[in-house]
């Protein structure tokens, strides 16, 4: 799951036009995927460390999502349920 993290905070670079590894587009597109794929992966009780570090991922993701994208309710709802 480190490695997810790590992909999440690229995407998230992404999404604030901070990188050139994907455009924003892209990095929605696959964050539409990811998000809820995690989702049915993971549970949310009792979270390992690394799955602790994909949560706070997640968070931040829906942080940038609310404040640039606010037009993605779709994802925005897939982080909502993968954070509770």
Known sequence: ??????????????????????T??????I???KIP???????????SKEDQIVYWAVY???EILETHYP???ELLDSCSLFLN
Do not use: V
């Open 1 to 22: 799951m480190k490695n997810e993290a790590i992909h999440i905070a690229i995407l998230a670079k992404a999404l604030l036009n901070k990188t050139e590894i994907f």
């Open 24 to 29: 924003a587009e892209e990095a929605l597109e």
């Open 31 to 33: 964050l539409k995927k």
């Open 37 to 47: 794929s995690m989702t049915n992966f993971t549970g949310r009780r009792n979270l």
């Open 60 to 62: 931040g993701i829906e």
């Open 71 to 73: 037009k993605e309710t």
